[in-house]
């Protein structure tokens, strides 16, 4: 795992390219042997799923690999702080990550495949593990929001895109009109940066007998202290990727 902090010039080219292109790359930024530990640990956890769509969040299932190297990582650490600085223009909170790793396959994965939706976090930070040739990318409207002040505001961003009409629009203009969206064709050991809280994402579908699995580190919840989110939390609405729709409730967060 690259463990060195990058220089501020680097940071900055990094910061620039998420908001010119839509989203940055570490090229390498896990070794092989790492990448390699990390496939066969998803291919055992698909396994026992019974070769369903798992999502396993928090740090604690994948703390002996390199994920869990990746939470404590100092450098890694900076680089998010200081990109969210140069990206929001505000002094970065020094807070964990909301991190989940997603291995979608079968019927189950493709079901959560192509649901377009903003985080409530303002940086993600999507590692590619297990990537189908030709399928599965990463799908981006690239910072299509600013940056709410209130929480109430990006709440009903959410629900307007998190509506039925909203999704087959979109889903429609993937397939008649996908060079609107930049598709990025996710190469597993690089690291990526974007912005989920202001940008559209979704991930591409695979074949139902492939596996694709991604790890995802988001960093910066800007209105986790909103009293209105904590209400609906404990109503059982409110996740990372926000749906008030109750048949999307136990999706889980971290959809890329």
Request: overall charge positive; glycine content about 6%; hydrophobic content about 40%.
């Amino acid at each position: 795992m690259m463990d060195e902090e990058l220089a501020e010039e680097e940071i900055a080219l990094l910061a620039q390219n998420i908001e010119k292109f839509g989203y940055g790359v570490i090229n390498k930024f896990v070794t092989v042997a790492e990448l390699d530990q990390l496939r066969r640990f998803v291919r055992r956890t698909v396994a026992a799923a019974g070769n369903r769509y798992v999502a396993l969040n928090g740090n604690a299932p994948v703390a002996h690999t390199v994920l869990g190297r990746m939470t404590e990582s100092k450098a890694l650490k900076s680089i998010c702080m200081r990109t969210y600085e140069l990206a929001t223009s505000r002094p970065a909170p020094d807070e964990g990550y909301h991190q989940v790793l997603r291995c979608l396959t079968g019927d189950t994965g493709r079901r959560e495949s192509m649901i377009f939706h903003f985080d409530s976090y303002v940086l993600a930070v999507l590692l590619p593990i297990e990537i189908p040739n030709g399928s599965g990318e990463l799908m981006l409207l690239p910072n299509v929001r600013p940056i709410r002040q209130w929480y109430v505001t990006n709440l009903l961003d959410k629900v307007a895109l998190d509506n039925p009409l909203m999704q087959w629009l979109l889903r429609q203009m993937a397939r008649r009109h996908s060079e609107r969206f930049v598709r990025i064709a996710l190469t597993p050991g690089d690291l990526y940066f974007f912005t989920g809280y202001r940008s559209v994402h979704a991930n591409a579908a695979c074949d139902a007998d492939q596996i694709r699995a991604t790890a995802l580190f988001h960093y910066a919840n800007l209105h986790h202290a909103s009293r209105l989110r904590r209400l609906l939390r404990r109503s059982g609405y409110e996740s990372n990727q926000v749906s008030l729709n109750p048949t999307h409730r136990d999706r889980g967060p971290g959809r890329p």
